[in-house]
């Protein structure tokens, strides 16, 4: 693996490893020295905060030299293109690249350009992929419910057609035998490709809660409002907010993930997003052991 672009096609084998390694680093008290003299470098040129700080802590916790590109004020303004920017970086000895974008594919048209021995980490592009994001879902759902995903009855709810986060959780539940999975939002967002495959689509928030031992909420995104996709928060709240009374359907040990940054009172009330069933901030705790994993198997050796 000299890349890490999408979960799509990704063999259970190399998910349980990824997961098994993550959890080792999860565990793990002290740092490690796995990337001791090797440079990363972070090349977002899409807000995050998750992502973007746990990728550069996960390298720092590997022994990294860690490189924050900042677009806004590098050359990339005075017209340098993307490629004579990823090359200059590699002359300068960084050898991988953290990298999020707006654009679909963006990420692999850099890996397609990328030297033999530099490795890129897909850290979310267009609505196409955030594999890290879906591995650490995986690895909060199995520190929760465990191994056999099998028996799993898991919601996810909300803005799937425009998620990349939706997408690499797919794309996972699926590698680890994930048979029992409903998907529900409002018609206008739902994808209208494979993304659903073998998944149980409604539009009806009980029905997808009824009896679910997770519920994987997204986050609406509230440009989706200005495209007219969505009529009004308080609408979209009603019909597909997780709220503590919508959440007494699911199962009684439920558990509530949603992958930041959250609108509270949109897709999930305070009460749900901080209370006992919350596994929110256990997904961001987990975002540096899976990051750590991931850097570790691109990069180390
Ligand atoms: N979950 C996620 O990707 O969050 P950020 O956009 O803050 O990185």
Redesign the pocket.
């Known amino acids: 693996m000299q890349h890490l672009l999408t979960l799509d096609g990704m063999p259970r084998a190399t998910v349980v490893e990824l997961l098994d390694r993550a959890q080792h680093f999860a565990d793990l008290a002290g740092d490690s020295d796995a990337l001791r003299g090797t440079a990363v470098c972070t090349l977002f040129f ?7 700080m746990s990728f550069q802590l996960a390298a720092q916790r590997l022994g990294a030299h860690v490189l924050n590109f900042d677009v806004s004020t590098s050359s990339a303004r005075k017209g340098e293109t993307a490629l004579d920017t990823m090359r200059n970086l590699e002359a300068m000895g960084v050898r991988g690249f953290i990298v ?1 974008h707006h654009d679909d594919g963006a990420v692999a048209r850099r890996a397609d350009a990328a030297r033999p021995g530099t490795a890129l980490v897909n ?2 592009d267009g609505r196409s992929a ?1 594999p890290t ?1 879906g591995l650490l879902d995986m690895l909060t759902l199995r520190q929760a419910k465990g191994e056999d995903f099998a028996r799993l009855k898991i919601a996810i709810v909300g803005d799937v057609k425009h998620s990349r ?1 939706a997408r690499s959780d797919l794309h996972a539940l699926r590698a680890l035998g994930a048979a029992d999975v409903r998907v529900c939002a409002p018609s206008a967002l739902l994808p209208d490709d494979a993304t659903l495959a073998g998944c149980h689509v409604t539009h009806d928030l009980d029905e997808a809660i009824d009896g679910a031992d997770a519920v994987m909420t997204l986050r609406l995104q509230r440009e989706r409002m200005e495209d007219g996709l969505v009529d009004s928060l308080e609408g979209y709240h009603r019909d597909y907010g997780i709220t503590a009374t919508r959440l007494a359907r699911a199962a009684p040990d439920a558990v509530v993930m949603h ?3 959250i609108n509270r009172g949109v897709e999930i009330t305070d009460e749900v997003a901080d209370g006992p069933r919350s596994l929110i901030l256990r997904q961001v705790a987990n975002g540096v052991a899976v990051r750590m994993a991931v850097l570790e198997r691109l990069l180390a050796g």
Do not use: K, Y
């Open positions: 899409e807000p995050s905060t998750r992502t973007r999020r850290a979310g955030h994001q986060v992958p930041g940054p």
